[in-house]
């Protein structure tokens, strides 16, 4: 008796996507726009907004960044180990390492 259910659930779960999959495509025929229309300015004022703050942390580290090559910090493991010394964290709010570090300057160089 379970097995029967099951199958059935299957056929009519396999049934309601048939069913889906044409509507869309008969409202798509009739040129209906599908999904949000506004969906890539939406997604490029987010990016935007991701790049300008990315930017703009970028460049409040890197005097830090510049000090501590100063100091003598030649390699960028050397530098990210200075920052983690200092309990300066990243925009996320984790730990530096070689490659965030080298990340920054290449965004602010």
């Not at 097995?3 to 409202?27: C, G, V, W, Y």
């Not at 703009?56 to 030649?74: F, H």
């Not at 530098?79 to 602010?108: C, E, H, I, Q």
Request: aromatic share 2%; glycine share 8%; proline share 2%.
């Amino acid at each position: 008796m379970v097995h029967l259910l099951a199958a059935f659930a299957e056929h009519e779960r396999d049934q309601i996507s048939a069913r889906t999959k044409a509507a869309l495509a008969a409202a798509k025929a009739r040129g209906a726009v599908l999904g949000n229309p506004r969906l890539d300015d939406a997604r490029g004022h987010a990016a935007e907004a991701l790049k300008d703050g990315a930017d703009q942390r970028a460049a409040n580290v890197l005097p830090l960044i510049r000090d501590i090559q100063a100091t003598g910090a030649s390699t960028l493991t050397a530098v990210a180990a200075a920052l983690n010394a200092r309990g300066v964290k990243t925009a996320r709010g984790g730990d530096w390492y070689a490659s965030t570090v080298r990340n920054v300057l290449l965004r602010v160089c």
